[in-house]
T-cell receptor
Framework: DQQVKQNSPSLSVQEGRISILNCDYT??????FLWYKKYPAEGPTFLIS?????DKNEDGRFTVFLNKSAKHLSLHIVPSQPGDSAVYFC???????????FGAGTILRVKS | GAGVSQTPSNKVTEKGKYVELRCDPI?????LYWYRQSLGQGPEFLIY????????DSGLPNDRFFAVRPEGSVSTLKIQRTERGDSAVYLC??????????????FGEGSRLTVL
């Protein structure tokens, strides 16, 4: 039972363009959503988050959008840079930030 | 170092053997988590400690898996009678949160376990 789904295993984008990574969830009890970034042989690192009381959160080149009615969130990276090439995980929590439920990840490749 | 430290980074063992994986969290972080990541999957929750006690161990797959954090800092994940299906990267994370927190977990680099 995959409660958090990232349906695109990979995405390739040209440097300078926008990267859009998508995530869907099924559990309506989730109220906090996060994106993590992972480089090979490293642990995931926190990127950006959003509470269910908001529909948008922005941090520099990164913006996360939340559509609660559609149970969908997306991460926008503008402009994309080669250093953004990594695996991006969407995660959700429903209770005090514990027990994050992760999606399977999307591999982003930014071509220079 | 200032980050979450996990040892060993790689462990190869034979089916049926006992394995211990160690996690040293960020100093002062009261919350500690163990996750398991199989190939092509996202991290999967195993257990969460708040201080010395296991606040939620609902993710442990069976009674072969056990974790301790006796002094509220370092944690050890113990796997008995290992099976080939236990092969994965075991990730440890810590956070400063008690009660509501941002969910921002700080992960270690993981311990890659291979069971032959």
């Amino acid at each position: 039972d995959q409660q958090v789904k990232q349906n695109s295993p990979s995405l390739s984008v040209q440097e300078g363009r926008i990267s859009i990574l998508n995530c869907d969830y099924t559990n309506s009890m989730f109220d906090y959503f996060l994106w993590y970034k992972k480089y090979p042989a490293e642990g995931p690192t926190f990127l950006i988050s959003i509470s269910s009381i908001k529909d948008k959160n922005e941090d520099g080149r990164f913006t996360v959008f939340l559509n609660k009615s559609a149970k969908h969130l997306s991460l926008h990276i503008v402009p994309s840079q080669p250093g953004d090439s990594a695996v991006y995980f969407c995660a959700a929590s429903g209770e005090y930030g514990n027990k994050l439920v992760f999606g399977a990840g999307t591999i982003l490749r930014v071509k220079s | 170092g200032a980050g979450v430290s996990q040892t060993p980074s790689n462990k190869v063992t034979e089916k049926g053997k006992y394995v211990e994986l160690r996690c040293d969290p960020i100093s002062g972080h009261t919350a500690l988590y163990w996750y398991r990541q199989s190939l092509g999957q996202g991290p999967e929750f195993l257990i969460y400690f708040q201080g010395t006690g296991a606040a939620d161990d609902s993710g442990l797959p069976n009674d072969r898996f056990f974790a301790v954090r006796p002094e509220g800092s370092v944690s050890t994940l113990k796997i008995q009678r290992t099976e080939r299906g236990d092969s994965a990267v075991y990730l440890c994370a810590s956070s400063s949160g008690t009660g509501w927190n941002t969910g921002e977990l700080f992960f270690g680099e993981g311990s890659r376990l291979t069971v032959l």
